[in-house]
Antibody, heavy 124, light 106 residues
């Protein structure tokens, strides 16, 4: 059974750095093809894809946020960490981590398991 | 980035109705299109991947179609538990962009 859970601060001040940890179970991030992604959702708004880290440590970032994002993994701890610098009130959102898998001959990539999400508020 | 649009942004329907949601990509994404269902206060759940493949455990009343730029999600007979917001997402090019969502309510 795959589970993921996000943890980190619920409140950060503008200009601070946000560090979120995704702790997962039921899979290994050293297994070929596996990845963990980060997605956020401002209150009442749409989902926004942020980053993805693969089993081989390949990392992909949203170009609009790339300068502020870092994603790392600790395979031994079954954790993935997302760091976002220079936080602003517009970054207030629920942040999700999700398990990435792929299906079919076309290698369709999808997020099939999600954490419950953690609401991060940016305010002074 | 590939831009994803959805229509309508919201719709009202009744139990038993057939519901169709459309999604358009700003450029061709072949069939690398996923649909997610999200209920209030909950994380999204994938219902369709690869444009037309039903995710395991998802009822067969959900179906997807389309390729290149234009895609549809159809719910053949809307059930009470289907009232939610639906998002399309392309997984062909990074960043894996989501559409703005379609809210299905009563």
């Amino acid at each position: 059974q795959i589970t993921l859970k996000e943890s980190g601060p619920t409140l950060v001040k503008p200009t601070q750095t946000l560090t979120l940890t995704c702790t997962f179970s039921g899979f290994s991030l050293s297994t070929s093809g596996v990845g963990v992604g980060w997605i956020r959702q401002p209150p009442g708004k749409a989902l926004e894809w942020l980053a993805l880290i693969y089993w081989d440590d390949d990392k992909r970032y949203s170009p609009s946020l790339m300068s502020r994002l870092t994603v790392t993994k600790d395979t031994s701890k079954n954790q993935v960490v997302l760091t976002m610098t220079d936080m602003d009130p517009v970054d207030t959102a629920t942040y999700y981590c999700a398990h990435r898998t792929y299906y079919g001959s076309g290698s369709y990539s999808l997020f099939d398991y999600w954490g419950q999400g953690t609401l991060v508020t940016v305010s002074s | 980035d590939i831009q994803m649009t959805q229509s309508p942004s919201s719709l009202s329907a009744s139990v038993g109705d057939r519901v169709t949601i459309t999604c358009r990509a700003s450029r061709s994404i072949s069939t690398y299109l996923n649909w997610y269902q999200q209920k209030p206060g909950k994380a999204p759940n994938v219902v369709i991947y690869g444009a037309a493949s039903l995710q395991s455990g998802v009822p067969s009343r959900f179906s997807g179609s389309g390729s290149e730029r234009d895609f549809t999600l159809t719910i053949s007979s809307l059930q009470p538990e289907d009232f939610a917001t639906y998002y399309c997402q392309q997984s062909y090019f990074f960043p894996f962009t989501f559409g703005p969502g379609t809210k299905v309510d009563i």
